[in-house]
């Protein structure tokens, strides 16, 4: 069965330190992998999403980026946190046959 | 762009009742799939419903049932006999049915709180 791993749960960061998250997904190949944000009280952002290794495509312009090294593994990175990068990151992976999406249990990010 | 837009930030209702959520959605698509997501307060992603477009018959889940209305881009969700564990955040999605990216855009969600 498919499942996705994402690391790690909570995050507390000075502002203009560096962001590496990281999601993984076990139980099937050349999955489409996105990223969201869920801000307090508000609903879900897509940030990037990918459809293979080192293809990214961006929805908002922002201080993160993200890379696909490898077929199942999706990272979210910042070089240097703002205090409005804070909130809770979702890593999914969306099936071929669009049945539903798959997601990660979340980051919770504060930049203090 | 695809807009999905729920009205209602915050919704009661108590044990045992019945309650709608609503949503609408904007779309020039005719291929698409519309999702209602749970989040407890545990803040997994719950899938409750999904709906083919070109399915005309709603969708039902046990106590969860949709009410599509694809002339008028409505997709409510209708919960029934309401238990307090139903208690968390409602997000209606929409996704198109074709194109390499194919990501699913979420609404802003209702809280649902279920009361005894």
């Known amino acids: 069965s498919q499942t996705i791993h994402q690391w790690p749960a909570t995050l507390v960061q000075p502002v203009g330190s560096p962001l590496s998250l990281e999601c993984t997904v076990e139980g099937t190949s050349n999955p489409n992998l996105y990223w969201y944000r869920q801000a307090a009280g508000r609903g879900l952002q897509l940030l990037f999403y990918?459809?293979?290794?080192?293809?990214i495509s961006s929805e908002v312009p922002q201080n993160l980026s993200a890379s696909r090294p490898q077929d199942r593994q999706f990272i979210l990175s910042s070089k240097k946190l703002l205090l409005s990068d804070s909130g809770f990151y979702l890593c999914a992976w969306i099936s071929r046959v669009r049945t539903e999406a798959f997601f990660g249990q979340g980051t919770r990010l504060t930049v203090v | 762009a695809q807009t999905v837009t729920q009205s209602q930030p915050e919704m009661s209702v108590q044990e045992a009742e019945t309650v709608t959520l609503s949503c609408t959605y904007d779309t020039s698509e005719n291929n698409y799939y519309l999702f209602w997501y749970k989040q407890p307060p545990s803040r997994q992603m719950i899938l409750v419903i999904r709906?083919?477009?070109?399915?005309?018959q709603n969708a039902t889940e046990n106590r969860f049932s949709v009410n599509f209305q694809k002339a008028a881009k409505s997709f409510s969700l209708k919960i029934s006999d309401s238990q307090l564990g139903d208690t968390a955040m409602y997000f209606c999605a929409f996704m198109l049915g074709s194109g390499s990216g194919y990501a699913l855009n979420f609404g802003k969600g209702t809280s649902l709180l279920v009361t005894p």
């Open positions: 990918s459809v293979g290794i080192g293809q």
């Open positions: 709906q083919e477009a070109y399915k005309q």
